[in-house]
């Protein structure tokens, strides 16, 4: 199995931008397909982006399309999650995921998950 730690979290203006990224270790994540998801207290885990293996192949919650962008390096066992034009609404922590389904956007299909890393937007 995979493990995996998110990293880039914090505080932000609404408007700026932050840059999420997802270190992979055990295992290539190139064996996954691999997600971003986020959960706001009191709420469940909602999707946001996930890219397939090769990273030519993206899908993205209406929520952030055109807002976030996830890319994917295999050489370094990374994934990342660009976020611009943030909002208070985008507050929550945010995890990575891996899943051997290709492309999944359903979060009971992804087997290995960080820890999360909290992003808060302020008004």
């Known amino acids: 199995q995979v493990q995996l730690v998110e990293s880039g979290g914090g505080l932000v203006q609404a408007g700026g931008s932050l840059r999420l990224s997802c270190a992979a270790s055990?295992?290539?994540?190139?064996?996954?397909?691999m997600g971003w998801f986020r959960q706001a207290p009191g709420k469940e885990r909602e999707f946001l982006a996930v890219?397939?293996?090769?990273?030519?192949?993206?899908f993205y919650a209406g929520s952030v399309k055109g807002r976030f962008t996830i890319s994917r390096d295999n050489a370094k066992n990374t994934v990342d999650l660009q976020m611009n034009g943030l909002k208070p609404v985008d507050t929550a922590v945010y995890y990575c995921?891996?899943?051997?389904?290709?492309?999944?956007?359903?979060?009971?299909?992804?087997?290995?998950w960080g820890q999360g890393t909290q992003v808060t937007v302020s008004s």
């Open positions: 890219i397939n293996r090769s990273g030519n192949l993206a």
């Open positions: 995921g891996a899943s051997t389904i290709v492309t999944t956007t359903k979060s009971s299909d992804f087997d290995s």
């Open positions: 055990g295992r290539t994540i190139s064996d996954y397909s």
